[in-house]
Nanobody, 123 residues
Framework: QVQLVESGGGLVQAGGSLRLSCAAS????????MAWFRQAPGKEREFVAV????????HYADSVKGRFTISRDNTVNTVYLQMNSLEPEDTAVHYC????????????????WGRGTQVIVSS
């Protein structure tokens, strides 16, 4: 079992930056694809970014490409999401996910979720 705890959310003006962290415990994240998803009010949860295990690289939703960067530090069992040039449309609860898997050109969440961290971007 993997337990995930997100932090780093908050209120920021449009154009600003935030860095989210996801601290894992219970098991090493080395063997997992690690991802961020988000859910805006009244909308379904959506994929944001994934950092594939090993040297598998990164993948992003089109809406965040060029603005967000996902990274992982396996030595401290933590995943990060650097968010720059934030827009009001980025307002959502952001969730960390472990064991994310690809299928048919899309990324689907694994069974392990954190409780989320709220990001609010004011215009």
């Amino acid at each position: 079992q993997v337990q995930l705890v997100e932090s780093g959310g908050g209120l920021v003006q449009a154009g600003g930056s935030l860095r989210l962290s996801c601290a894992a415990s219970g098991r090493s994240i080395v063997g997992y694809n690690m991802a961020w998803f988000r859910q805006a009010p009244g909308k379904e949860r959506e994929f944001v970014a994934v950092r594939v295990m090993g040297n598998g690289g990164t993948h992003y939703a089109d809406s965040v490409k060029g603005r967000f960067t996902i990274s992982r530090d396996n030595t401290v069992n933590t995943v990060y999401l650097q968010m720059n040039s934030l827009e009001p449309e980025d307002t959502a609860v952001h969730y960390c996910n472990a064991d994310t898997e690809p299928s048919g050109g899309r990324w689907y969440p694994g069974n392990y979720w954190g409780r989320g961290t709220q990001v609010i971007v004011s215009s």
